[in-house]
């Protein structure tokens, strides 16, 4: 079983960066692959990014492509996602989430709490 946490989430204005941080319990962090996602307000949750078990692969949802980047530090058990030229169309709460299988998809098997992401404009 895998526990995440996500951070370093906030408050930022237009064009200003974040970068938040998923740390996740256990041994085995290189076995699972690892995604992003974001659930505005009244909306479905959306993919964000992914990135595979060693980080050889990522993917982007387009509309963050160019401007997001997903990485992944397996020696501290924790994944990445650098957040720049915010928009205020970014503003959502972020999930991270592990599964043994790369999925561009929201059927991850485990998830953290959430941690919200706001832009102002």
């Given amino acids: 079983q895998v526990q995440l946490v996500e951070s370093g989430g906030g408050l930022v204005q237009a064009g200003g960066s974040l970068r938040l941080s998923c740390a ?71 999930y991270c989430a592990a599964d043994r299988t790369l999925k561009l998809t929201t059927a991850y098997e485990y998830w953290g709490q959430g941690t919200q992401v706001t832009v102002s404009s």
């Fill in 24 to 94: 996740a319990s256990g041994r085995t962090f290189s076995s699972y692959a690892m995604g992003w996602f974001r659930q505005a307000p009244g909306k479905e949750r959306e993919f964000v990014a992914a990135i595979s078990w060693k980080g050889a692969r990522t993917y982007y949802a387009d509309s963050v492509k160019g401007r997001f980047t997903i990485s992944r530090d397996n020696a501290k058990n924790t994944m990445y996602l650098q957040m720049n030229s915010l928009k205020p169309e970014d503003t959502a709460v972020y």
